[in-house]
């Protein structure tokens, strides 16, 4: 089985500024390795991370698979500096948008792969006092990301796709499988991990492929 590497990153300039690479992280990224062969196979030339953070999980792609146009979004801008730098430390090229999810895009059926960690603890919306808040807290059910998210995948993805969501027991993933499979996507939990306070999920999508 091919190795995703794992980056080098460095946020001491960020301090509570730029979401730290954790285990839903890793467990994406475990998910991402599994799948690396697959990755590969399917020809993707263009790959999305929405909600870089630090960048590790974008650039671990870009140093695996050379020819993928790789596109970050974040927005934090504290965030994309670090996805820039990151990219930067590791000698690979990963271009940085400052973007409310794909709003300010027009990416129309042209994303080969999606990586999407989105904020998922469920929240009332008064504890966001800081756009760090941002990336963890998911308003209702924290699905209020991937919910804006669902309904656009069909017109965002190409017509040969893959895309990768970490999701927690609370917003129930099977509903997320469900709806994606309405829209005519294969989907599929790939990995689980039990961790403290969360059982963290990554969901696989789909389509045109043959997996």
Known sequence: ???????????????????????????LMDALETDLNLIKKSNAMVALEIGSGSGVVITSLSLAVPNL??????????????????????????????????????LNKSV????????????????????????WAGLERGRSTIDWLLPILEELMSNTCLG?????????????????????????????RKIIGEKLSILRFSRGLDL
């Not at 927690?168 to 790939?190: A, H, M, W, Y």
């Open 1 to 27: 089985m091919d190795k995703l590497p794992t980056p080098l990153w460095n946020l001491n300039e960020f301090t509570d500024e730029v979401y730290e690479p954790r285990e839903d992280t890793f467990l």
């Open 69 to 106: 146009y790789c596109l970050a979004l974040d927005i934090n801008p504290k965030a994309c500096v670090a996805t820039k730098n990151t990219a930067a430390l590791n000698k690979t090229q990963v271009d940085v948008i400052r973007s409310d999810l794909v709003k300010s895009l027009r």
């Open 112 to 135: 080969d792969l999606l990586i999407f960690n989105p904020p998922y603890v469920p929240s009332d919306g008064s504890d966001e006092n800081s756009i760090l808040d941002k990336a």
């Open 164 to 192: 990768y969501f970490v999701a927690i027991d609370e917003n129930n993933p099977e509903e997320i499988l469900s709806i994606l499979r309405s829209k005519g996507f294969n989907s599929e939990t790939v990995a689980r």
